[in-house]
């Protein structure tokens, strides 16, 4: 199964947690990551950018180590 979040870089306060980016409290979404801590199912992370130099799109994808689930709030 696959479950897909198309995610704003700044959540709204009442939608998300602050964390620091930078030493900066930032905002982002928690509902990810309490589905992956709730259900055991990884997070893929990807993201697209274009290139000026080559003048193509091109996209990143990672998967994020979610083995020290300590940090996620209960769903």
């Not at 696959?2 to 900066?24: C, E, K, M, P």
């Not at 801590?37 to 998967?63: C, E, H, L, M, W």
Request: proline letters at 4%.
């Amino acid at each position: 199964m696959t479950i897909v979040f198309l995610v704003d870089q700044n959540a709204l306060r009442h939608r998300g947690i602050f964390v620091n980016f930078f030493s900066l409290p930032a905002s982002t979404v928690s509902f990810p990551a309490k589905l992956s801590a709730k259900y055991g199912y990884p997070i893929i992370f990807s993201y697209q950018y274009f290139d000026f130099k080559t003048r193509t799109y091109r996209g990143i994808v990672k998967n994020l180590e979610t083995s020290d689930r300590k940090d996620v709030r209960e769903v």
